[in-house]
């Protein structure tokens, strides 16, 4: 059995970056652990679950969302495009 090092579970340290740049890296982790506000109640509460899953710790929200942000630019695209044409619909 090998033994493995605690630093080798960090995104940054890990073969998983690859040859990624360390600037990118951090971008990515400071990203996926910052706080962001909940779209229900308001408040700086939502953290990073797991990846695209993301809880709202005042109001027990979960939310699908993207890997590192809660909002993508795709899911932005997507949910004005749905709301053009229900106006149209409705229209």
């Given amino acids: ?4 090092d ?7 340290r890990s ?11 951090k971008k990515m982790e400071i990203t996926q652990h910052a706080k962001y ?3 229900f109640c308001g408040k700086d509460t939502v953290k990073r679950k797991a ?3 993301w ?7 979960v939310m699908a969302g993207g890997a590192w942000t ?4 795709t899911a932005a695209t997507v949910r004005s495009t749905v ?3 229900r106006e149209l619909m409705e229209s």
């Fill in 1 to 4: 059995m090998t033994i493995i």
């Fill in 6 to 12: 605690p630093s080798k579970f960090l995104f940054s």
């Fill in 15 to 25: 073969e998983l970056s690859g040859n990624m740049a360390p600037d990118m890296i």
């Fill in 37 to 39: 506000t909940c779209s």
């Fill in 51 to 53: 990846v695209g899953i």
């Fill in 55 to 61: 809880e709202c710790r005042a109001c027990k929200k």
């Fill in 70 to 73: 809660v909002s993508t630019t």
């Fill in 83 to 85: 709301r053009r044409l």
